[in-house]
């Protein structure tokens, strides 16, 4: 049986011994196994919608793209819709949309997934567990960066 030991930033360890078998030799051993959870201590709630509706009157267009972006994107941390689309349902410029989208794919904000299908980065925002955080992360390093291309 593992004991469960808390540390001081929240995380969870399981400690305890096993009896595990070496699938090439067979042979049986006692091992020590520590299992540690990460909980998701480091995220911040963020009330979008709150914050959304103090600054508008003071937003420009570019920060109404982006917090609309962050409102919007769904559990994968996408968008669809080609710029026209975007320009329609924001409710700002397609010049202004044609311009914003370049530039957080070359800061590294979202990638392009498909052709009008983007991606937010994980690393700055996921309304997910840890683990499905996790996952997202492991879907959008294997995107192509505007860095490299």
């Known amino acids: 049986m593992a004991n469960k030991i808390i ?3 929240g995380n969870v360890h399981y400690v305890g ?18 299992v540690k959870s990460v909980g998701d201590n480091d995220f911040k709630k963020l009330f979008l919608s709150e914050i959304i509706e103090k600054i508008e009157g003071f937003t420009n267009a570019k920060m109404k793209f982006m917090f609309w972006f ?10 669809i819709g080609t710029y026209e689309q975007l320009s329609e349902k ?4 397609y010049p202004t ?7 957080l794919k070359k800061s590294d904000i979202i990638r392009c997934i498909s052709p009008s299908v983007y991606m937010l980065n994980p690393d700055l925002v996921a309304a997910v567990t840890s683990t499905s955080r996790a996952n ?5 390093k294997a995107l192509p960066s505007e860095n490299e291309e």
Not at 70 to 79: G, P
């Open 70 to 79: 962050l409102e919007n994107a769904d559990k994968q941390n996408r968008i």
């Open 136 to 140: 997202l992360l492991i879907k959008y």
């Open 17 to 34: 011994n096993k009896r595990l078998v070496d699938l090439e030799t067979g042979e049986e051993f006692n091992a020590q196994t520590i």
């Open 90 to 93: 924001i409710g700002i410029s």
């Open 7 to 9: 540390d001081a930033k």
């Open 97 to 103: 949309i044609s311009r914003v989208i370049p530039l």
